[in-house]
């Protein structure tokens, strides 16, 4: 099996899938486990690898975000055994747990959110590559504000609390309205603590996702929504919210067993095509995952975009073009240390010729 004991990995992380931009910590901790595990799998496995490639492999998703709904359904719908691999669903709440899992060879693919997967880039983590973005969600991003305060424009001067993704959000506001984060007072505040903050008064406005972002409407109910990421110039050069995931697989298991890498490909955006066809079914079928009433599964599913085999050549396109902007954001930004060319870890060698 494409792993190592699960006991490794721990499901730390806030329950969305936004990571925090650097996780040094556990990739410092696993970074050497990794090394050791994989010099001794390819020791291990050198002799048999053409005659006997892996067919179990492990998944690393969170079950907090809809996002990982197509990898469900290729579960719970067989497509991963017809293309004869066995996939499990481990639960990992964090993007960059997530990638640490992956780097530590605990799993062997994954679906987060790019911010995590950029900074490990510019870390020059050579253990990964990325092929597809699979779900998005704009306008399920946004900034919501305290009475009074009627426009983007207001903040100037006043305290905004933002975090990961969010704060992306909150500066493609700030430049759409001639602005930057130096004209507001900026908190970087954990989400979680952003309502009550805003609601006592603490905060002027605060800027988070769905379904926290509903939490702050509750908490300030008299106040006002001054824009999402539809707002910005990123959905109007891309059309997608401020950091969509991104689907990352081992670079070892593509450059050894290619032809496993494009099994899980193929069965992970049948199912997201599945998603589009069928969401209803969908919903009963991943409900378990989230612990929730299929209708309500249903209704934010409806609220998702989800993108299979359909033209994925000009999507992936798209998609490296975007995560190449965020990358060059997060460096002027001081978030990472290195700008990455993104490209150099994007491989679609494995995936079916379109219209295939």
């Known amino acids: 099996m494409w792993t190592i004991p699960t ?24 970074g050497g486990a990794a090394l050791t595990l ?3 799998v390819s020791g291990h496995q050198g002799a048999i690898a053409q005659s006997a490639p892996p067919t179990k492999f492990d998944f690393a998703g969170s079950v907090t975000w809809l996002g990982q709904v197509p990898v469900m359904i290729a579960i719970e ?5 017809e293309q004869g691999v066995d996939v499990e669903f481990k639960t990992i709440l964090s993007s960059g747990d997530r990638i640490a899992a992956l780097t530590a060879g605990s799993v062997a693919f994954s679906n987060l959110g790019r911010v995590s997967v950029v900074a490990e880039m510019a870390r020059g983590n050579q253990s990964f590559y990325y092929f597809a973005n699979i779900d998005d969600s ?20 006043k305290k905004v609390a933002a975090n990961t993704s969010a704060e992306i959000t909150l500066a493609g506001l700030l430049r759409a309205s001639g602005m930057t984060q130096k004209d507001i007072q900026y908190i970087n505040l954990s989400p979680n603590e952003m309502a009550p903050a805003l609601a006592k008064g603490d905060l002027d406005a605060a800027c988070v996702w769905q379904p926290l972002l509903g939490g702050l409407q509750q908490a300030v109910p ?24 991104i689907v990352i697989i081992s670079r070892k298991l593509v450059d050894q067993y290619p032809e496993q890498a494009r099994k899980l490909a193929v069965a992970v955006m049948k199912g997201a095509d599945f998603v589009n066809e069928s969401p209803d079914e969908t919903a009963k079928l991943v409900a378990h995952y989230f612990k929730k009433p299929p209708e309500e599964v249903l209704a934010g ?19 490296t073009q975007q995560m190449q902007d965020l990358a060059q954001w997060l460096y002027d930004s001081n978030k990472i240390g290195n700008l990455p060319d993104v490209k150099k870890w994007e491989n679609v060698s494995f995936l079916p010729k379109p219209n295939s």
């Open 38 to 40: 994989l010099t001794a």
């Open 77 to 81: 719908k067989g497509f991963f055994k």
């Open 7 to 30: 006991s490794v990995i721990t499901c730390r992380g806030l329950p969305r899938r936004r990571a925090r931009f650097a996780r040094r910590s556990v990739l410092g901790l696993l």
């Open 138 to 157: 704009p306008g399920n991003e946004g900034c919501w504000a305290r009475p009074g305060i009627a426009s983007i424009k207001d903040l100037k001067g």
């Open 301 to 319: 599913i409806k609220s998702f975009q989800y993108f299979g085999l359909k033209n994925w050549p000009e999507h992936i396109k798209l998609h």
């Open 222 to 245: 008299d106040g006002k929504l001054l824009g999402t990421d539809k707002d910005t110039d990123t959905y109007a050069k891309y059309q997608t919210m401020a950091s969509p995931d």
